[in-house]
């Protein structure tokens, strides 16, 4: 955390910030309290940069939406049952919510909505100390009644309330202590610790959706790892994802070989590093990093013990390929997503040959089309299956990888592999052969394709020459 000169310093910058400034004066005119809250402040006194502006008054939602809209280029109110009014003023987009007082009945995530009179009532509900804070403007005067600033000096999370009440009200908090370990570099505290072990089945009563959008969350942030390793420990993880604790094998005496589990999170950590140094300063890629975390998850389904110590894991990319669908399914992730996971998956171990001896350009072509428009992140996921600790091996791997994508360019010059055509078309093929719609075309087309990859580009006049004569051959 920053000096405390600093942390004040940027905590009045937030609130003389042009936005916040103007809303402040509007609600005090209007009679009404307004604070900053939870994220944006911890955010300022940890010299993160702040993205969210939310904030919390005592007006009700009716009343929020009068003052805000004269000030609005756009406002939204679905969330006006929950007592939240967005906004979008001078470009930035808002969130301001009447203070809370909800109860939950322990049956469901959605509580009884109870609008409050106080900003400190409010805040005890929330989710952790660190996030119970807020910001009184245009007075500028820090809120702190958990005790979020010593913890965010000390690093740690904690509950506002005994963490088995707060998880209790809400068992999705179960899995932002994850992702807001693995965001903050925090650690979390014991107790809270304990009650996420146990009190991990009342997760069950959470949607999938929501689910899925904190393990988005998690794995958008620069180092999930704490986060994963923190759901693993606890036993959530075999409620959100249980290919990834499965990972953990027994290994014996005889039997030996790498640690799944942490080879996958290394690998994960490994390919984050890659994305950041291939396109600083985009955004987190959450499918290549789903792919890499999972892309070994149908090791323990395919593992033998072969005699003599040996252990194999023969079509463990296609079973992998297979439970990443069933999963990302069962998590209601989108069928992009899900596609290009599993693609990647299932084509994880393809460039292993190439270091049996050198491709051919039809071997290159294949590789290019059969990885699509996930090339790039193929690229990324294979060099960062690397992570032996053989120097020797893993620079003639990487070497043999940076020959591959020089050759995948040279092809890509050459002949414009990425979007590789039989030479040609569908109507051309029906004239030549006298064909209408149907299977017939396809398997001319295939053959078409075949020549293509295995030779390049052949020209309209010797791929007529080619296909007829293979027709001919068809019909005797």
Not at 79 to 85: D, K, N
Not at 288 to 294: G, P, Q, V
Not at 334 to 349: G, K, S, Y
Not at 437 to 448: N, W, Y
């Amino acid at each position: 955390m920053q000096s405390v000169a600093d942390s004040l310093s940027r905590l009045r910058s937030l609130a003389e910030s042009p936005v916040v400034a103007k809303l402040a004066v509007a609600f005090q005119q209007a009679g009404s309290e307004l604070s900053l809250v939870g994220g944006p402040v911890r955010d300022a006194l940890l010299g993160r940069p702040v993205h969210d502006l939310d904030f919390a008054s005592n007006a009700r939602p009716d009343d929020i939406l009068a003052v805000v809209k004269p000030l609005a280029e756009a406002t939204w109110d679905v969330g006006r049952a929950f007592g939240t009014i967005a906004a979008r003023v001078d470009g930035e987009t808002v969130e301001i919510t009447t203070y809370r007082a909800d109860s939950y009945d322990g049956e469901t995530r959605k509580p009884t909505v109870e609008f409050g009179d106080e900003l400190e009532g409010d805040l005890v509900r929330r989710d952790f100390t660190v996030n119970a804070l807020a910001l009184r403007v245009p007075e500028i005067a820090l809120v702190d009644p958990s005790g979020g600033v010593e913890d965010l000096i000390a690093g740690v999370l904690r509950t506002p309330a005994p963490a088995s009440v707060s998880f209790g009200d809400d068992p999705l908090r179960m899995l932002r202590a994850a992702r807001f370990a693995a965001q903050l570099g925090f650690e979390v505290a014991p107790d809270t610790i304990d009650a996420m072990s146990g009190m991990r089945r009342s997760l069950d009563i959470v949607s999938a959706e929501r689910i899925r959008d904190e393990l988005v969350k998690l794995l958008a942030s620069d180092t999930p790892r704490p986060g994963l390793e923190l759901l693993v420990h606890t036993g959530l993880a075999e409620l959100v994802l249980p290919e990834l604790p499965a990972l953990q094998l027994e290994i014996d005496a005889e039997h030996r070989h790498k640690d799944v589990y942490e080879h996958s999170l290394t690998v994960l950590d490994q390919a984050i590093g890659y994305e950041h140094s291939r396109h600083p300063g985009a955004d987190p890629d959450v499918t290549l990093r789903l792919a890499a975390l999972m892309h070994d998850i149908g090791k323990p389904a395919t593992r033998r013990l072969e005699p003599g110590g040996a252990v194999s894991f023969y079509n463990h990319d296609l079973v992998g390929a297979r439970l990443a669908r069933k999963r990302l399914r069962a998590l209601r992730f989108d069928n992009e997503t899900i596609d290009a996971v599993a693609r990647l998956i299932e084509l994880h171990l393809r460039f292993f040959g190439y270091t049996d001896g050198e491709w051919t350009d039809s071997a290159v072509r294949r590789y290019v089309r059969d990885a699509g428009d996930q090339l790039e992140r193929l690229h990324i996921l294979t060099r960062s299956d690397v992570t032996t600790r053989n120097r020797r091996k893993a620079d003639r791997l990487g070497f043999a990888y940076d020959d591959l994508e020089a050759r995948i360019a040279q092809l890509t010059e050459q002949e414009e592999i990425d979007a590789i055509r039989p030479d040609l078309n569908g109507d051309e093929v029906m004239t030549l052969l006298g064909l209408r719609p149907g299977p017939e075309v396809g398997r001319a087309m295939r053959f078409l394709m075949e020549l293509r990859l295995d030779e390049g580009p052949l020209g309209s006049e010797e791929a007529t020459r080619r296909l007829t004569a293979w027709w001919q051959g068809q019909q005797d």
